[in-house]
C-alpha cells in the first residue's frame, strides 16, 4: 500500500536523497511568464570566501520557510541566490597562497594575480553553496550570479559614470580606515572595534615666546602613619602640556586646540608652540573639539591622522601633513624615524622625548581601537585620495520610503536607527586599493583632469582631447557593498542599460517580497540598496525586512572564533540532521530578541539541538504507528481492495477525541498562518510544537490506539485510521517549511504518489471559517480530568505500570453524561483498574471512597484509591519534605521576581518563565498540602 519507514529516523539517509530528487525535478525553479501570483526573496549573497556558520544557518532557515510556505501557498516563489566577490577577503586568500610560494602579488603582476584569483574562486567559491544545500535552501540555483559576471560588472560601472555625470560623485582627500597590511581602505563595517590598554603621554610643547602658564600638580605625599594625601599646587611653566595617545604622529602636528571658553587657556590663543622633536612651531587655536575635561585641555591637531583633527583642520585651513606610508612606517618627514613600524617608534620616540625632559606625565588609558577584520591588525586613519559618492540627494527619498511604509522593517523598532543614520548620513567611499573587484572607470588625461568613461575613446571625447592622446586608467577597484547595493537589479539581469531597465524577471518579481539580514549592515547594505534602486528603477527594491537575532554563548558573547565558541555547524548538522538545526535555531530565536546556544567549548556541541532531533523523532514515529495501524486494519484486504477502502470517518461516525484533534488543527493552521504572516516564527515552531508532541501524539494517537484495539468493527476501524492519517498528511504539509526533509521523507511513504510530485509544491493546510469551540471545550475538559487523576498518581509516587481504582463525582448530570461518554478513554488512559462514575443524590455529595485522595476539576471530585498501595504514613513523610522542598524554592523564585533590576534587565521570555515557576510550584504546594491532609 505503501512504502514502509525504517525503525528509526536517519538523517544522513533522508537528506541528500531527497535534496537531489528536488534539484532533478527543478522543483525549484520559478518562471517570469507564470500567471501565478509572485513571491520573491534575495539571498544575501555570502562572500565566495564563505564557510556556513550559525548567522547563515538562522537566516537562510528564516528565508526557506518563507519561500517554501509561499509556494505551498500557490504562488511563483523565487529564491534568487548569488555570491559576493569580497575584494579584500579573496584577494587576501590569494596573497596568503603565494606568500607560501615565496611570492607577492607584485612579482605577478595584475593581470597575472587576477588569473590566480579566478583560479582560487572556481575552486573554492562554490564550498558555501554546498553548505546551503545541506541546510535544505530551496533557492533557484539556476539563476544564480556573482557580483563580477559580465552584466554586474558592468552596471556597476554604468552606475558609477551616471552618478558622476550628473555631479553626485567626486574625488577627495578623507580620513579614511586604512589597512596597512593589505595596503586598501576599509569600510567602516570591516573593521572591529576592541577595547585596548594602553598609555595617555602627557606632552611639554614649549612657546616660543617669553610665556608661561599656571600649571596645576597633583602631589602624592605620606605621612608617618602611613596615610596618603594628594595635595595639588600650582606650578609657574613655559609650556603647554598636551595629551595624547599617539605620539608616533607628531611630525604631523600642525596646531594645538583649546576650548574657547576654558579660562585657563584664553589669553594664549593665537600664540605658537614648538612640538617636540619635530621642532616645528604652531598656532594654538580655539576649537570646540577641545573638551576641558579630557587630559589636559590641550589637543594636538594632526589632520592627517585623526578624522576628528581633519574636521578642526577643515574649519581652520590648516595643512594635510602626512607622515605615515601605506604600510605603517613613518615617512621622510619624520627624520632618523623613517622606515621604523609605527608601534616600534611610538615606542623609540617616547624614550628620546623621556631623554629631552619633554615628558610630563605617562598614564594607562584605555580606549577602542579599530582592527581590520580581515589582516587582524590596528587599522591606521588615513588621509588618501578617494572617490566618494554625495549621498544626501540619494538618502531623502529612501528614507520617505521607510517613513511612509513602503518598506516595512521587523522589528519594527529599526526604523528609528535608520531614520538616525539617514539624517546625519556622510558621503561615502567607494574606493579600494585593490586589484581584485570591479575597477573603477575613471580615466586620466596627463593634465590631470579625470571623467568616468565607458572606453578610452568616450574618455578622451569627454574630456576634449585628440585620438591618440594618452590616458591613463584608475588603478582602484570598488567597495564591494558598492556593488551589492544594486543587487535587486543585477539579479534580476539589469546590466546598466537600458535595454534591460525592465527585464521580464524585474516585472515579475520586483520589488522582492523579503530581505532577511542582520541589523549590522542595516547603513551598509540595506539602506543602500533602497536608495540605488529608487534612484535606477524608480522603485524599492523590497516590501519587508527581517532583521535576525544575534547569536550569543550562555554567557552573553557573540560567537567568534577567536573566543572559540563558533563551532562548525556542519558536524552537526551531520549528527543531529538539518531539519533538527533548522528548528531549534527558529525556536530559540524570537523576534526582536539575542539567541543564546548552550555550547560545549570542549566538543563544540550544542545540547539544545536535542529539541529538534526529539521532535523529528517524535513525528517519524508517529508515522510509523499510523501505518502500522493501517496495516492492522487493512491486512485482510487484497491490494485492488485496499485502493477501493479510502473510506474516512464521515462527521456524525466521528467521536468528541476526532471533532476535537480537527478542531486543533484548523487552530493550529489559523494560527501559525497568522504567525507566518506577521514573521513570528519562533511562535509558529513552538505552535507546531505543542500541537504535535502534544494534541495529537500524547493525545490523540493514544485515543486512536484504544479505540482501534477496543473495536472489532474492521470497517469503522479503516475509516478511522483513513481520519487520521489525512489529517496527519496536512500536519506534514504544515511542518514542511521548517523541517522540510524527514516531511519529504514521511510523506512519501504515507501513500502512494505520482512519480514526480512533492510534498513542497502540495498546498498548504487551510483553515475553514468556523472551529468547533464546542468540541475544543468538552474534550478539553475529558483532557483536565485525566491530567488530575494522573497528577494524584504522580503525587502519591504510584508506579505507572500500578492500576488503581477511579470514582468521580461529578456536579451535574451535563458533566455526569461527559465522563459517562467517554469512560473508555479516561479509565484507559489513567490506568484505572476499574472506574465508577456517579453524581450528588439530592444534592449530598457522594461518599468518599475509603482510603483514597481526592482533587478537584471541572466540577467533578476525583478519588483515587490508594489503600493498599501506599504506607500512608510513609507517604506522609515523603510528601512533608517535597513541601519543604518546594516551599524553599518558591520563595526563592518569589524572591527573584521581586529584584527590580532582574525583571528589567533580563528578557521577557525568561521573567515570564520564571513567573511560569511560581505559578506550578504554588499548585503544587496547594495540592500535597490538601493531600498531606487527607493522609492524616
Keep these: 500500500m505503501t512504502n514502509e519507514l525504517p525503525k528509526a529516523y536517519s538523517p544522513t539517509d533522508t537528506e541528500q536523497k531527497w535534496y537531489q530528487y528536488w534539484l532533478e525535478r527543478k522543483l525549484f525553479a520559478a518562471s517570469d511568464t507564470s500567471p501565478k501570483p509572485a513571491y520573491s526573496v534575495l539571498m544575501p549573497p555570502p562572500n565566495v570566501t564563505g564557510m556556513l556558520h550559525f548567522g547563515h544557518i538562522l537566516n537562510h532557515t528564516i528565508q526557506d ?45 595584475r593581470e597575472k594575480f587576477l588569473e590566480r584569483v579566478w583560479q582560487w574562486k572556481e575552486q573554492y567559491g562554490g564550498i558555501i553553496f554546498d553548505q546551503l544545500r545541506a541546510l535544505g535552501n530551496s533557492s533557484d540555483w539556476e539563476r544564480n550570479i556573482f557580483t563580477m559576471d559580465a552584466h554586474s560588472y558592468q552596471a556597476v560601472q554604468e552606475v558609477f559614470i551616471q552618478l558622476f555625470d550628473e555631479g553626485l560623485i567626486y574625488r577627495g582627500k578623507r580620513i579614511i580606515n586604512w589597512s596597512p597590511l593589505a595596503q586598501s581602505a576599509l569600510s567602516d563595517e570591516e573593521v572591529q572595534w576592541r577595547e585596548v590598554k594602553e598609555y595617555m603621554y602627557t606632552l611639554r610643547y614649549i612657546f616660543e615666546d617669553d610665556s608661561t602658564i599656571d600649571l596645576p600638580r597633583t602631589l602624592t605625599e ?15 611653566v613655559n609650556y603647554l602640556a598636551v595629551a595624547t595617545a599617539r605620539p608616533e604622529t607628531l611630525f604631523g602636528d600642525v596646531a594645538v586646540a583649546v576650548n574657547p571658553k576654558d579660562e585657563r587657556y584664553k589669553h594664549l590663543i593665537g600664540k605658537r608652540v614648538r612640538v617636540p622633536l619635530s621642532g616645528q612651531f604652531v598656532p594654538i587655536i580655539a576649537d570646540d573639539y577641545a573638551d576641558p575635561e579630557f587630559g589636559t585641555g590641550c589637543v594636538k591637531i594632526t589632520p592627517a591622522h585623526d578624522p576628528n583633527d581633519f574636521m578642526v583642520g577643515e574649519r581652520h585651513n590648516l595643512a594635510l601633513v602626512n607622515t605615515i606610508n601605506p604600510d605603517g612606517t613613518l615617512n621622510d618627514l619624520t627624520g632618523e624615524y623613517q622606515g621604523v613600524e609605527r608601534f616600534a617608534a611610538r615606542k623609540a620616540i617616547v624614550e628620546t622625548l623621556k631623554a ?107 574630456l576634449g582631447l585628440s585620438n591618440d592622446a594618452p590616458l591613463r586608467l584608475d588603478d582602484d577597484v570598488f567597495d564591494t557593498w558598492f556593488s551589492s547595493n544594486i543587487w535587486p537589479l543585477t539579479t534580476m539581469g539589469w546590466d546598466g542599460t537600458k535595454s534591460t531597465a525592465n527585464t521580464a524577471t524585474m516585472q515579475k518579481f520586483l520589488p522582492t517580497d523579503l530581505l532577511v539580514t542582520g541589523p549590522d549592515i542595516i547603513f551598509f547594505w540595506v539602506a543602500r540598496m533602497i536608495m540605488f534602486n529608487l534612484k535606477f528603477h524608480g522603485a524599492v527594491p523590497f516590501k519587508d525586512v527581517y532583521f535576525t537575532s544575534i547569536i550569543r554563548d550562555a554567557k552573553g558573547r557573540k560567537l567568534s572564533k577567536s573566543l572559540g565558541n563558533s563551532p562548525d555547524p556542519l558536524p552537526l548538522i551531520a549528527k543531529y540532521g538539518a531539519d533538527a538545526m533548522r528548528f531549534t ?20 556541541d550544542i545540547e539544545s539541538l536535542e529539541l529538534g532531533r526529539n521532535f523529528a523523532n517524535k513525528v517519524w514515529n508517529a508515522a510509523r504507528f499510523l501505518m502500522m495501524k493501517r496495516e492492522e486494519a487493512f491486512a485482510d484486504l487484497d491490494p485492488m481492495q485496499r485502493a477501493l477502502s479510502s473510506n474516512v470517518l464521515k462527521d456524525e461516525a466521528q467521536s468528541l477525541a476526532d471533532k476535537w484533534i480537527l478542531a486543533r488543527f484548523h487552530a493550529t493552521i489559523r494560527e501559525t498562518q497568522q504567525q507566518l504572516e506577521e514573521y513570528k516564527l519562533h511562535d509558529y515552531s513552538r505552535t507546531m510544537y505543542q500541537f504535535i508532541w502534544n494534541d495529537f501524539c500524547d493525545w490523540y494517537v493514544e485515543v486512536v490506539k484504544i479505540r482501534m484495539n477496543a473495536s472489532s468493527d474492521k470497517n469503522y476501524n479503516r475509516a478511522l485510521i483513513n481520519f487520521a492519517i489525512n489529517l496527519f498528511d496536512g500536519v506534514l504539509r504544515l511542518l514542511h517549511p521548517i523541517m522540510p526533509f524527514a516531511t519529504e521523507e514521511i510523506w512519501q511513504a504515507l501513500s502512494k504518489r505520482d512519480n514526480g510530485t512533492s510534498i513542497c509544491v502540495t498546498s498548504v493546510p487551510e483553515a475553514p471559517t468556523s472551529i468547533n469551540e464546542e468540541a475544543l471545550e468538552r474534550f478539553g475538559k475529558v483532557q ?153
Aim: proline share 5%.
Design 65 to 109: 520557510i518563507y519561500i517554501r510556505w509561499n509556494r505551498m501557498k500557490g504562488k511563483e516563489s523565487c529564491w534568487f541566490p548569488g555570491t559576493d566577490h569580497a575584494g579584500i577577503a579573496t584577494e587576501s586568500k590569494v596573497v596568503q597562497q603565494l606568500r607560501k610560494e615565496g611570492l607577492t602579488r607584485q612579482d605577478l603582476g
Design 222 to 236: 605620606t605621612a608617618e602613619d602611613g596615610t596618603t594625601t594628594k595635595p595639588t599646587i600650582t606650578e609657574r
Design 356 to 462: 629631552l625632559d619633554l615628558v610630563e606625565e605617562i598614564k594607562d588609558y584605555t580606549h577602542n581601537v579599530g582592527y581590520s577584520e580581515r589582516g587582524g591588525e590596528p587599522i591606521e586613519p588615513y588621509l588618501s585620495d578617494q572617490w566618494f559618492v554625495k549621498m544626501k540627494p540619494l538618502a531623502e527619498p529612501a528614507l520617505k520610503a521607510v517613513q511612509d511604509g513602503n518598506v516595512k522593517f521587523y522589528p519594527e523598532h529599526w526604523v528609528k536607527t535608520y531614520e538616525h543614520w539617514m539624517n546625519g548620513i556622510k558621503d561615502w567611499c567607494i574606493s579600494r586599493q585593490l586589484w581584485w573587484g570591479i575597477r573603477i572607470p575613471a580615466y586620466y588625461a596627463e593634465d590631470g583632469r579625470v571623467t568616468a568613461a565607458r572606453s578610452e575613446a568616450e574618455a578622451r571625447k569627454k
Design 585 to 604: 535555531m527558529i525556536n530559540a530565536a524570537p523576534i526582536g530578541q539575542d539567541v543564546r546556544l548552550q555550547i560545549n567549548e570542549k566538543t563544540g
Design 784 to 936: 483536565t480530568i485525566i491530567e488530575q487523576i494522573r497528577a494524584l498518581r504522580g503525587l502519591m509516587n504510584i508506579q505507572p505500570a500500578e492500576k488503581l481504582p477511579v470514582t468521580l463525582s461529578c456536579s451535574g448530570e451535563e458533566i455526569r453524561a461527559l465522563a459517562d461518554d467517554q469512560a473508555a478513554i479516561i479509565q484507559a488512559m489513567t490506568r484505572a483498574s476499574e472506574l465508577t462514575i456517579g453524581a450528588p443524590a439530592h444534592g449530598i455529595p457522594a461518599p468518599k471512597p475509603e482510603g483514597s485522595v481526592s482533587a478537584l476539576a471541572e466540577g467533578v471530585e476525583i478519588f483515587l484509591t490508594v489503600k493498599g498501595a501506599v504506607d500512608f504514613a510513609e507517604e506522609r513523610k515523603r510528601l512533608e519534605k517535597e513541601l519543604t522542598r518546594l516551599e524553599g524554592f518558591a520563595k526563592s523564585v518569589e524572591s527573584k521576581l521581586a529584584n527590580e533590576k532582574f525583571v528589567a534587565n533580563a528578557a521577557p521570555d525568561i521573567v515570564e518563565y520564571e513567573r511560569q515557576k511560581l505559578a506550578s510550584a504554588r499548585d503544587s504546594i496547594t495540592k500535597i498540602r490538601a493531600n498531606i491532609q487527607e493522609l492524616a
